[in-house]
């Protein structure tokens, strides 16, 4: 018994309901001559509704996480960090901001935005771009 349960420990509740939806779902389609070979038929006519309501709550438990995927993956695609910030560069910025953003990221010489800009912390100008998600604050820590 002790072996069992160190065994079981180890497992965790997504890895248990997993197993136990893989040999419900065998026990329940298994051919009768299979489960008669291998001495279970007795046991799977026994605990036939035993069995049935095991695999319907793993059934169901593996669609909630699924339809939980799903939502979060709508949510971050219609309503994420991304989508706020096109919005916000697309409709909201005023002429203060986008002259930050020439200003810090642009670079004349090859005509392109670049990465990562220099901006000090004592401009006010990038508050709102930053609770946008358009830029990010970041430090470096030199070793002298």
Do not use: H
Request: net charge positive.
């Amino acid at each position: 018994m002790n072996i069992l349960k160190s065994i079981i420990e180890k497992f965790n509740l997504k890895e248990l309901i997993g197993i136990m939806l893989i040999t419900t779902l065998a026990l329940t389609v298994a051919p009768v001559s299979l489960l008669s070979y291998l001495g279970l038929l007795q046991g799977v006519i026994k605990y036939k509704s035993l069995t049935s309501i095991v695999l319907i709550i793993c059934i169901s438990y593996f669609l909630y996480i699924l339809i939980g995927l799903l939502v979060n993956r709508i949510k971050t695609r219609f309503w994420g960090y991304q989508s706020c910030a096109l919005k916000y560069l697309k409709n909201e910025i005023n002429q203060v901001e986008k002259e930050l953003l020439i200003e810090k990221f642009y670079d004349k010489q090859t005509k392109s935005f670049l990465l990562n800009g220099v901006i000090d912390l004592s401009d006010g100008r990038q508050a709102a771009l930053e609770s946008k998600m358009i830029m990010y604050r970041a430090s470096t820590i030199s070793q002298g």
